[in-house]
């Protein structure tokens, strides 16, 4: 069974930094897609993905302040927030795709204090 962890949320102030870990049970290189999806109050809505070759794709109101990358030695995926704003509070949830299947980590709460 695919286990996703997430670490790396908390609190941190508006214009500050976070970083996202995603650690996952398996070869990453395993999955279609790994990415992130953010719940605030409301829908789950992609953030960030990545596919297996390295094409990334990103919400256009993170775009230009996140990043999504991988390290394939520790099977982790990452998301890089910069300059924080307020509405990036929410949970944060890694998924990974494969062959049909979906796999979520259990989220990890990010808030943003203004």
């Known amino acids: 069974q695919v286990q996703l962890v997430e670490s790396g949320g908390g609190l941190v102030q508006a214009g500050g930094s976070l970083r996202l870990s995603c650690a996952a049970s398996?070869?990453?290189?395993?999955?279609?897609?790994m990415g992130w999806y953010r719940q605030a109050p409301g829908s789950r809505e992609l953030a960030a993905r990545m596919?297996?070759?390295?094409?990334?794709n990103y919400a256009d109101s993170a775009k230009a302040r996140f990043t999504i990358s991988k390290d394939g030695s520790k099977n982790t995926v990452y998301r890089q927030m910069n300059v924080m704003k307020s509405e990036d509070t929410a949970v944060y949830y890694c998924?990974?795709?494969?062959?049909?299947?979906?796999?979520w980590g259990q989220g990890t709460q990010v808030t943003v204090s203004s």
């Open positions: 596919n297996v070759g390295g094409v990334t």
């Open positions: 398996e070869n990453i290189f395993n999955f279609n897609t």
């Open positions: 998924k990974a795709n494969k062959i049909s299947r979906n796999y």
